[in-house]
């Protein structure tokens, strides 16, 4: 079955960056895109990118125009997100999340909590 | 500020029925199918309903949804105190080029 699995809990300065991982497992990987959706404590979900695997094209929203680099590794089914400038209200739960399977959001990564702090 | 818009809280006693709203737009909702998940505290969001009205497998069928113009609801009949959690809804926008999401509802089982 699908899995998702990320990197580990991350606590970064202001102004550093931060990149997080997210291994695919269970299906083709480059049949699918994948999302990344962030949560802040006690908030909704909030979309941040997406990155068409098969022709290898990302979409940010724009929100997040130049700080956010959506990259993978075909030959590892791993995908990766690169966050950078981090300002105290980046401090959320990030998710991988895969689209255009049962819906353009369907199986989702256990979460990667990001604590930016002074 | 969430792009589809959904009421904080719902509550209900075991056995009710139990609707949730979500609204949107002509590029969201009005043109593309809704989605339902369901997140337990401390775990990721999980798909309970698709396609407005289609539930994968392994979710019970006390839970269907609707949609109709730029709103969807969801609907919980049966409530069990398995219930409680965080509801959000989804849609492709076709404005942004992405998904938007409610802000999410709070579901509580007295």
């Known amino acids: 079955q699908v899995h998702l699995v990320q990197s580990g809990a991350e606590v970064k300065r202001p102004g550093a960056s931060v990149k997080i991982s997210c291994k695919a497992s269970g299906y083709t990987f480059t049949n699918y895109y994948m999302h990344w959706v962030r949560q802040a404590p006690g908030q909704g979900l909030e979309w941040m990118g997406t990155?068409?695997?098969?022709?290898?094209?990302?979409h940010y929203a724009q929100e997040f125009q130049g700080r956010l680099t959506v990259t993978s590794d075909t030959s590892a089914d791993t995908l990766y997100m690169d966050l950078s400038s981090l300002r105290s209200d980046d401090t959320a739960v990030y998710y991988c999340?895969?689209?255009?399977?049962?819906?353009?959001?369907?199986?989702w990564g256990q979460g990667t909590l990001v604590t930016v702090s002074s | 500020q969430s792009v589809l818009t959904q009421p904080p809280s719902a509550s209900g006693t075991p056995g009710q029925r139990v609707t949730i709203s979500c609204s949107g737009s002509?590029?969201?909702?009005?043109?593309?199918?809704v989605i339902w998940f369901q997140q337990l505290p401390g775990t990721a969001p999980k798909v309970f309903i698709y396609s407005n009205n289609e539930r994968p497998s392994g979710v019970p069928d006390r839970f269907s949804g609707s949609k109709s113009g730029t709103s969807a609801s969801l609907a919980i009949s049966g409530l069990q105190s398995e219930d409680e959690a965080d509801y959000h809804c989804a849609a492709w926008d076709d404005s942004l080029n992405g998904p938007v999401f409610g802000g999410g509802t709070k579901l509580t089982v007295l």
């Open positions: 002509s590029s969201n909702i009005g043109s593309n199918t």
């Open positions: 990155i068409n695997l098969n022709v290898i094209k990302t």
């Open positions: 999340a895969r689209g255009g399977g049962l819906a353009v959001v369907d199986y």
